[in-house]
């Protein structure tokens, strides 16, 4: 029997954990009920039109009063199963369950490292209220059961993430480039919001190591803070490159941008997962990541990707490397695409998840 699943997150951002959200749902809704509850104005309920898209206001300090709305709507709509994934609608997701008369299965795919014990009461009733968690590395995995007691700590499933294979945009990348006036520049590119977790500020200290290449960056992403925005316009201008960085702004043509691409960089440094890591794969554009986290169970460094140890130094001479050695360039293109086919297609986890929700 099919069961009824509401997909909640009132995020008001934009980024991989809220794509995954609307992947998750367009996949859902293909193979049952499917629900989907974000934040009035946020940027996920600007991009998504469906009619079983219900706005929930989201009160941080007193999540009793959304929780009631939500129950409500859980009982209306006779939903089985809710799975969340930003960890701040925890409270507002338990206490629907509690408060309904369904009482549904709560699933959470936790998307960030845990870095504390939670054995603390109210943190015992939350876990004790949870069915399942879907960690997205094996990392997180390990940290769930580590910080969470064992008496309270729902099943832990570890499933990565995935994308699918994209077409080939050859007219829309020539109009990229032509956009950005980039002629036959090699183009580092940067995606993710702009914001100083991101590691944006290496990637331009680096180009100016590398000042005397035919090189140009390529920042991609939404701006969370104008001020760092600023800063790094600033840096640039004080380094002599900013003739040779273009700053997109927000896209949601992400794989044209990868194919635009010589290289990518993950500059982040402490990402949990790395969903840029396999979109520039499956891209077959090369990719080098901050050695921590998420990408080091995604990367063999040297084979289908390359690390580098968090200094602006370090990358500039990775980068470099894959400059001059088209060699190296085109093994790590052909070994990431075809690792990210095997290991993380979009389509086989997102089944696997499927059953693990329906087991729950």
């Known amino acids: 029997m099919k069961k009824n699943i509401l997909e909640i997150c009132l995020s008001p951002d934009l980024g991989g954990l809220e794509l995954c959200v609307l992947d998750y749902y367009n996949y859902f809704a293909a193979q049952t009920d499917a629900f989907l509850v974000v934040s009035p104005n946020s940027k996920l309920d600007e991009s998504v039109k469906t009619n079983n898209k219900f706005l929930l206001k989201r009160n941080k300090f007193f999540p009793l009063f959304p929780a009631f709305i939500l129950a409500k709507y859980i009982d209306e709509n006779a939903i089985d199963i809710v799975h969340f994934h930003w960890t701040r609608d925890i409270a507002i997701v338990v206490l629907a369950k509690v408060l309904s008369t369904r009482k549904p299965k709560v699933i959470q795919s936790r998307h960030m490292t845990m870095t504390r014990f939670k054995n603390d009461f109210y943190h015992k009733w939350l876990y004790k209220n949870i069915d399942t968690i879907h960690a997205v590395t094996n990392q997180v995995k390990e940290q769930l059961e580590r910080f969470i007691p064992q008496d309270v700590r729902p099943q832990v499933e570890m499933l990565y993430l995935g994308v699918d294979e994209p077409r080939i945009y050859t007219e829309k990348i020539k109009n990229l480039r032509k956009e950005y006036d980039l002629k036959d520049e090699f183009v580092i590119g940067i995606v993710g919001r702009i914001e100083k977790g991101k590691g944006q500020y290496l990637v331009i200290k680096a180009l100016e190591a590398l000042k005397n290449l035919k090189i140009k960056a390529l920042i991609v992403g939404h701006t969370m803070d104008e001020k760092y925005l600023l800063d790094l316009k600033n840096k640039a201008k004080l380094l002599g490159v900013q003739e040779r960085i273009v700053f997109s702004g927000f ?71 894959i400059y001059e050695d088209s060699e190296l360039k085109n093994r790590l293109c052909e070994n990431g695409y075809k690792k990210v086919l095997h290991k993380f297609n979009k389509s086989v986890q997102m089944k696997k998840l499927y059953e693990v929700l329906n087991a729950s």
């Open 251 to 321: 896209t949601k043509d992400i794989n044209e941008h990868m194919q635009l691409c010589d290289v990518t960089i993950l500059a982040t440094s402490k990402e949990t997962f790395g969903l840029v890591v396999i979109e520039s794969m499956v891209n077959k554009t090369p990719v080098i990541a901050t050695k921590s986290g998420g990408p080091l169970e995604i990367i063999d460094d040297g084979v289908d990707g390359l690390f580098f140890n968090g200094k602006s130094g370090d990358l500039a001479e990775k980068i470099k490397d």
